[in-house]
Every structure is written in C-alpha cells, then in structure tokens.
C-alpha cells in the first residue's frame, strides 16, 4: 500500500511559477512509475508528466512541454513539479499517482495508476 500527499499548490498570478510536491509513504516508492495528472473544473482528468522509477525518463503533456519540470528523490520518497511560465489555461487540481514499474509508463500516461493523493489546487489569474 502506498499513499500520496501533494502539496505546493495555491494562487499565482499568470507568468508566475509554483512547485508542487508528492510525499510518499512506504519503503517501495523507488519501485514506482510516479505522475502528475491535472483536472480542470467540467474536463477530464488529463496527463501533465510522468517519470520512470529510476528518474531517468520523463515525459510531458504537449500542453506543458518546456513549461514544467517533473523529478523526483527516491531517498526521501518525493516526487516534484516545478511549474513556470503559469498560464490561466493550467488552472485545475493536480493529482500525484503512482504505477508498478510492472504496470508499466504506458499505462500510467494514460491515467491508469494504482495509487492516487487527494489533489491540489492550482489556481492560475490572468
């Protein structure tokens, strides 16, 4: 069993940058695929990043590419997302989600996982 606590999240206005944070417990967290997924008010859920578990592969959104940065610490069971250049279009709440490296990236990408936090609001003003 894992569990996922974000943090991080809050007000900011257009251009500005935040960083959030995924705390996880267990002694497997360097097991897991680990991501980001956000959800706009009356949208689906939609893939932001994903990164492998040895932090050597990242992916990213289109949408956010050149924007955000995902990594993570496997030492102190932490995944991140660094956000610049914040636009009103990535308001929503960011969800941290972890996959089994035997689930795959693939998967995870396509918002399968097998853990998900609670979320946290972003909120972006023009």
């Known amino acids: 069993q894992v569990q996922l606590v974000e943090s991080g999240g809050g007000l900011v206005q257009a251009g500005g940058s935040l960083r959030l944070s995924c705390a996880a417990s267990g002694r497997t967290f360097s097991t897991y695929h680990m991501g980001w997924f956000r959800q706009a008010p009356g949208k689906e859920r939609e893939f932001v990043a994903v990164?492998?578990?040895?932090?050597?592969?990242?992916y990213y959104a289109d949408s956010v590419k050149g924007r955000f940065t995902i990594s993570r610490d496997n030492a102190k069971n932490t995944v991140d997302l660094q956000m610049n250049s914040l636009k009103p279009e990535d308001t929503a709440v960011y969800y941290c989600a972890a996959a089994t490296t035997g689930w795959g990236v693939d998967n995870l990408k396509r918002g399968t996982a097998n853990y998900w936090g609670q979320g946290t609001q972003v909120t972006v003003s023009s």
């Open positions: 990164i492998s578990w040895s932090g050597g592969s990242t």
